[in-house]
């Protein structure tokens, strides 16, 4: 969209089509580009009162052991982590959606951001067998990038998530896995496509709307790597692997 044509003053017939196309591509690549600010600003303000709405919910937790409350405000929790993550995946889209500008690669130690993100699986048993990697990468796109894997195992498991992350040769490996019920073969290739559910009806009760792994996806390419999805040997569930170039 952001290619012109290129204009001949020749005052002809086509010069003047030219110029006409020129302005039409014109408008509809600044139309493309206040739609690409919008979803950014836009997921960009639903942060903060996210965040006061997170503590406030962990501090209540914290704080108050009546039963019915606990039950109530871990649910809350649970919403609200995917509210949080539906606005990050949306701003994050965005951002790669626009030029390479606000996106800086840095030298990073890809086991210590999974690390981090381990912490914050909450319903299953998470084994990790992390070795250190060194990538170079845009770490709030890392971040979640593994987040997204994370949050999903978490979601299908039945109760064990496994992480590792090794190098082989001049990539970094990072595989995700779990016991749940897998991603069915015909299914493998999609899954990875925008909006794209397994069973509409079964994750849209747990508040999904299918952009988490093609943003996955979009991050893993971007960064000269690439992401699969297989059966779990293991673990009998769904295998994500990344493969990216370590540094
Ligand atoms: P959503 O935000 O709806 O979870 P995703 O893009 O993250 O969207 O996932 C797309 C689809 O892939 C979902 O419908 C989900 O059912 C399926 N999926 C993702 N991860 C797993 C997994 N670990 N096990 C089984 N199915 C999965």
Do not use: C, Y
């Amino acid at each position: 969209l952001d290619e012109r044509l290129p204009e001949q003053d020749t005052g002809d017939e086509v010069g003047r089509l030219t110029s006409t196309l020129n302005r039409m591509l014109d408008r509809i690549a600044s139309g493309a580009r206040r739609q690409r600010e919008f979803v950014s600003d836009a997921s960009h303000e639903l942060r903060t009162p996210l965040a006061a709405m997170r503590a406030e919910l962990e501090v209540s937790l914290a704080h108050r052991d009546n039963a019915d409350w606990r039950d109530v405000a871990t649910r809350l929790l649970d919403d609200h982590r995917r509210l949080e993550r539906l606005t990050g995946d949306l701003l994050t889209l965005a951002r790669l959606d626009e030029a390479a500008v606000s996106r800086r690669a840095e030298p990073v130690r890809l086991d210590e951001i999974v690390a981090g993100e381990i912490t914050a699986v909450r319903h299953s048993e998470v084994r990790p067998s992390l070795t250190p990697v060194r990538v170079t990468g845009v770490v709030p796109e890392l971040v979640r990038l593994v987040r997204n894997l994370l949050d999903n195992a978490d979601k299908h498991a039945a109760g064990v998530v496994a992480v590792s992350l090794r190098q082989d040769g001049r990539d970094a490996v990072l595989a995700v896995e779990d016991d749940g019920p897998g991603v069915p073969p015909e299914q493998r290739e999609r899954v990875f496509d925008r909006f794209f559910r397994v069973d509409g009806s079964r994750d849209r009760a747990s508040g999904g709307v299918g952009l988490g792994l093609a943003l996955v996806r979009r991050i893993a390419r971007s960064h000269g790597g690439e992401v699969a999805v297989t059966s779990s040997a293991t673990l009998g569930g769904a295998r994500f692997e990344v493969r990216l170039p370590s540094s």
